[in-house]
């Protein structure tokens, strides 16, 4: 039979499930949790909680979903520091700049593309991730975009195909031939080692009649597109997201009334990624106005060493608070249910009975503190698949 565990003496237990307790988090106070191997078996209060095998104590700490970062791009080699700092200085962030990280990134051996991965994601479990995608889109050649999904589907399932990240420098004359390879060669040489397909739908990057035939190409081979969409500029990324059943648009900064609606309307999830906003000092997306309108939201970092160099959820969620209009709960349940809706996962980011045991500890009596005390590392204790992590 199974082990069981029963962590006992929590002071709130976010489940994300509103039928287990209060407000559409599902808060249960003094709670408990029972793990049944990599399950979550049950969940209440803990005067009610079912004898098992063994206990653990949470001190009265605060108990939340791990975190799903259903957004990043963690293949990659070298830094843009210098990048960076001039943009501190004054200068404007253009999609160009990932060119940059592509030579850094072709250069590298695989040894070493897979201990930067493994280095950021023992970064971001440290800090509450337990479910992770990145993407592809720092080699742009068929060899480096195999490379690059091979070595990421080690570590995770949700790996994304990002051939189209820009256009290559070595089709910089040429645009087409770089959209025939996308869909073509590397398309063929990609698809096994991926779940997902993206484009970066943007001036500087792929126009929308280019962006639907990179995903429409992906979908003929079994990808479920994504996509990167309204950025930097208003554009036509998040209608062609929903036309084409995309789980989820990513950025959404620059939204008209007709984008608002389409989302608001359709499966697909607005991504929100507030670390791009901060790291460039653009405009902030406006969450607020999405889930007025009834739209899904998912909070996400966009981890790259471009344009969003952090792993930490919970630095995202004080600033969806602080600057985007979401409540605390709504950041909370964003980073946790929401990014599992834009993964279209149903095992992840929540805590009922069957879901996978993924959980993180605060050192606080609420989740209400990640946006309360920006900046402090409250996750004090991970566990993933119902084994402590970290």
């Excluded at 082990?3 to 559409?24: E, F, K, M």
């Excluded at 709670?31 to 078996?41: C, P, S, T």
């Excluded at 190409?217 to 309204?230: E, V």
């Excluded at 670390?275 to 007025?292: H, Q, V």
Aim: charged fraction near 20%; include cysteine.
């Amino acid at each position: 039979m199974t082990a069981t565990t029963a962590i006992t003496n929590i002071g709130t237990l976010v489940t994300n499930n509103p039928d287990l307790g209060d407000g559409p988090l599902g808060q249960i106070k003094d709670a408990a949790l029972v793990i049944e191997g990599d399950r979550i078996a049950w969940a209440g209060p803990t005067a009610k909680v079912p004898a098992t095998d063994d206990t653990h104590d949470a001190q009265g700490r605060a108990v939340i979903p791990g975190f799903v970062d259903s957004h990043s791009h963690l293949i990659f080699a070298g830094d843009r520091t210098e990048e960076f700092n001039a943009r501190m200085s004054g200068q404007s962030y253009k999609a160009g700049g990932i060119r940059t990280t592509v030579a850094a990134t072709r250069a590298a051996t695989d040894a070493a593309l897979e201990a930067n991965l493994t280095h950021y994601l023992a970064e971001a479990l440290r800090q509450g991730t337990t479910t992770f995608e990145t993407k592809s889109g720092y080699g742009l050649t068929t060899a480096d975009e195999e490379r690059a999904l091979r070595i990421a589907k080690a570590h995770t399932d949700e790996v994304t195909y990002l051939g189209a990240h820009i256009v290559s420098p070595d089709h910089a004359d040429d645009p087409a031939a770089y959209v025939a390879l996308v869909t073509g060669e590397m398309l063929d040489a990609c698809a096994p080692h991926a779940r997902w397909i993206d484009v970066f739908c943007e001036k500087g990057a792929f126009d929308g009649d280019q962006a639907r035939a990179i995903l429409t190409a992906g979908k003929a081979k079994g990808l479920l597109p994504r996509i990167h969409a309204n950025q930097l500029s208003y554009g036509p990324g998040v209608q062609l997201a929903v036309e084409l059943d995309a789980a989820s648009a990513d950025h959404c900064t620059h939204l008209t009334d007709a984008d608002v609606d389409a989302l608001a309307n359709s499966d697909t999830v607005a991504t929100l990624l507030p670390g791009a906003e901060f790291s460039t000092r653009a405009e902030w997306p406006d969450a607020r106005r999405l889930l007025d309108a009834g739209a899904t939201v998912a909070l996400s970092t966009d981890c790259n060493p471009g344009s969003s160099f952090t792993s930490s959820v919970p630095f995202c969620i004080a600033l969806a608070v602080r600057d985007m209009g979401m409540t605390p709960d709504e950041a909370l349940w964003a980073a946790t249910a929401g990014g599992a809706k834009a993964l279209r996962r149903t095992d992840v980011g929540h805590l009922a009975p069957g879901a996978r045991a993924d959980l993180a500890f605060l050192d606080a009596p609420s989740h209400v503190h990640l946006a309360y005390r920006p900046g402090v590392p409250l996750v004090s204790e991970v566990w993933r698949a119902g084994v402590r992590a970290a």
